[in-house]
């Protein structure tokens, strides 16, 4: 794809920011983990050999024991060591009783001098789920050691994966509800500040009126008429967010009306709406891109708020104002403190200095060196 002037001078103007680079690139390393948080952190095997077979449990969360040589209608658990044998063995019966014993001969493919299909599995780097509970460890909260990185919760939950899982549903929350609140908050503001007169003013005083609402209020009333989710707590808070760009995006508009070039489109017939999106909302981009990191830091913190209050989302998604509570009633915890900070710190880091960076693309009055 060819870029005009104006794109490669906005480019240009974000890679002399090295700071907005490397966090950008650090942001996307940890976007896209997070993405595949499945195949990182997973209380099922990536790959299962059953007889020369290959499954893929990471993609079908299902499996009986029967399908492995076991009884039938009860749910197949990779981590029971029964159920490894029962695969690595290809379904010798005798795994319900001695699993390690066998476990152990199979590594020679010869059990009772008979051979055996011998089978394996592939196991994800963190053998544990965000709601993987893990029954073997001796206290909850657990310290960090080698089985977890980062210790476990106050219900024997592995903290990097519910970290992982977290960052992953903190970022598309905020990516989803930004989204949705710049595309109405920019056209609100455009109309206004391009219309001016009786439209604007009745914008103003609806905003007025939509701004003095208790947003917090209507959070709390809808989570006890319904049950809370993910695009249902987007819609609400994308609801009573859009009204931050506006007043930005109106003052440009309405500085901008009245420029030389905005007249001689009018008086070339240019349509109204080319105009506002084509001429004039390029240059009202900085001042809407200055305030980009606040709403999205804003979302993420707004959506942990909320995890913490206990009026977010359910408590079958993983979630970091969750691990921030459970760090605030486990003081004796650190691990908890530490870990619920610095990613925090981090991911907000980050989205900050990235969006400096679009700004300085977007400014005009940018000067490269």
């Known amino acids: 794809m060819t870029l005009n002037p104006i794109q490669k001078r906005r480019l240009a103007a974000f890679r002399a920011n090295r700071r907005a680079v490397w966090s950008l690139w650090i942001f996307l390393v940890i976007f896209v983990l997070s993405l595949f948080a499945e195949f990182i952190a997973n209380d099922k095997p990536l790959v299962v050999s059953y007889r020369g077979d290959l499954t893929f449990p990471v993609f079908n969360g299902f499996y009986e024991e029967s399908d492995f040589g076991g009884d039938p209608g009860l749910n197949a658990n990779f981590k029971d060591e029964a159920i490894q044998c029962l695969i690595i063995t290809g379904g010798l019966e005798d795994c319900y009783y001695e699993p390690e014993e066998f476990i152990a001969d199979a590594e020679d493919g010869v059990i009772a001098g008979e051979e055996i299909a011998q089978g394996w599995m592939i196991w994800p780097p963190i053998p544990y789920s965000f709601d993987t509970v893990n029954d073997d460890v001796d206290r909850a909260p657990g310290p960090p050691d080698a ?15 519910r970290v992982i899982y977290g960052v992953r549903t903190s970022l598309l929350f905020a990516i989803a509800m930004v989204g949705i609140s710049s595309v109405v908050g920019v056209a609100a503001g455009a109309i206004q500040g391009y219309f001016g007169g009786w439209t604007d003013l009745l914008f103003q005083r609806f905003i007025e009126i939509w701004g003095s609402t208790p947003f917090l209020y209507i959070i709390i009333i809808t989570a006890a008429i319904f049950t809370m989710n993910f695009w249902l707590l987007v819609g609400l808070m994308a609801l009573f967010s859009w009204t931050s760009l506006v007043g930005v995006v109106r003052a440009e508009f309405l500085r901008a009306r009245n420029f030389e070039y905005v007249r001689a489109a009018r008086a070339l017939g240019v349509p109204d709406r080319t105009i506002m999106f084509r001429h004039i909302l390029p240059n009202a981009m900085v001042a809407t891109v200055t305030l980009m990191p606040f709403l999205v830091t804003g979302a993420i913190s707004g959506l942990a708020v909320l995890d913490y209050l206990g009026f977010g989302l359910p408590s079958s998604y993983p979630s970091l104002g969750e691990l921030t509570l459970q760090a605030k009633e ?12 610095f990613t925090f710190a981090i991911l907000l880091s980050l989205l900050v200095f990235i969006f400096e960076g679009i700004r300085d693309a977007f400014d005009p009055r940018k000067v490269l060196a």
């Open 147 to 161: 089985n977890h990185w980062l210790g476990t919760d106050d219900t024997t939950r592995d903290v990097l994966a």
């Open 330 to 341: 486990n003081l004796h915890a650190s691990w908890l403190g530490f870990t619920a900070f």
